[in-house]
T-cell receptor, first 114, second 110 residues
Framework: DVKVTQSSRYLVKRTGEKVFLECVQDMDHENMFWYRQDPGLGLRLIYF???????EKGDIPEGYSVSREKKERFSLILESASTNQTSMYLC?????????????FGPGTRLLVL | SQQGEEDPQALSIQEGENATMNCSYKTSINNLQWYRQNSGRGLVHLIL?????REKHSGRLRVTLDTSKKSSSLLITASRAADTASYFCARALGAQKLVFGQGTRLTINP
């Protein structure tokens, strides 16, 4: 089974702190994604990566950066956390092979910024 | 908006009844996927239907796709308490990205 893990289930941070959210997948997937989920807004794509050291902006990249130094690990960085970044953050991965478009999700990190 | 629209936003039914959720979208698709999310957890892939398919089954799930109406439906038959969750449709945008709808919250009452 594909396993996607996220470093924390719950995080509480203060405004202005630098926050790191880590995601690791064990299926040698090329593509990895970071979403945030908010009530009434569904899932919105922040960034994605289709290879090591490669990244592309999603729909809401402002205030975030990412790092992909190893294929299995994709990190989301909040350079200076703000209260409007309080949200559920979901990581996902998928293979680039055609015919398998399924995204596999981690359990999510619920971040509260005070 | 590139997101799909899901209908209804919330659905509450009795155990054993069938549940139907609908998804509409605006642009052409290669495939449409349905995911389930249990409360406070990650999403789990349920089923994928391609643009050249009209109907697909997986256990108690039945998905239909009408590309002329740009809509899809997910039917869960003989619902169980464990089916209580949020259900999302997602369509491919470009080669790799998915765009998710806002979801339908399904509650199965015992």
């Amino acid at each position: 089974d594909v396993k996607v893990t996220q470093s924390s289930r719950y995080l509480v941070k203060r405004t202005g702190e630098k926050v790191f959210l880590e995601c690791v997948q064990d299926m040698d997937h090329e593509n990895m994604f970071w979403y945030r989920q908010d009530p009434g807004l569904g899932l919105r794509l922040i960034y994605f990566s289709y290879d090591v050291k490669m990244k592309e902006k999603g729909d809401i990249p402002e205030g975030y950066s990412v790092s992909r130094e190893k294929k299995e690990r994709f990190s989301l960085i909040l350079e200076s956390a703000s209260t409007n970044q309080t949200s559920m953050y979901l990581c996902a991965s998928r293979t680039q092979k055609t015919g398998d478009e399924t995204q596999y999700f981690g359990p999510g990190t619920r971040l509260l910024v005070l | 908006s590139q997101q799909g629209e899901e209908d209804p936003q919330a659905l509450s039914i009795q155990e054993g009844e069938n549940a139907t959720m609908n998804c509409s979208y605006k642009t052409s698709i290669n495939n449409l996927q349905w995911y389930r999310q249990n409360s406070g957890r990650g999403l789990v892939h349920l089923i994928l239907i391609r643009s050249n398919e009209r109907e697909k089954h997986s256990g108690r799930l039945r998905v239909t796709l009408d590309t002329s109406k740009k809509s899809s439906s997910l039917l869960i038959t003989a619902s169980r308490a464990a089916d209580t969750a949020s259900y999302f449709c997602a369509r491919a945008l470009g080669a790799q990205k998915l765009v998710f709808g806002q979801g339908t919250r399904l509650t199965i009452n015992p």
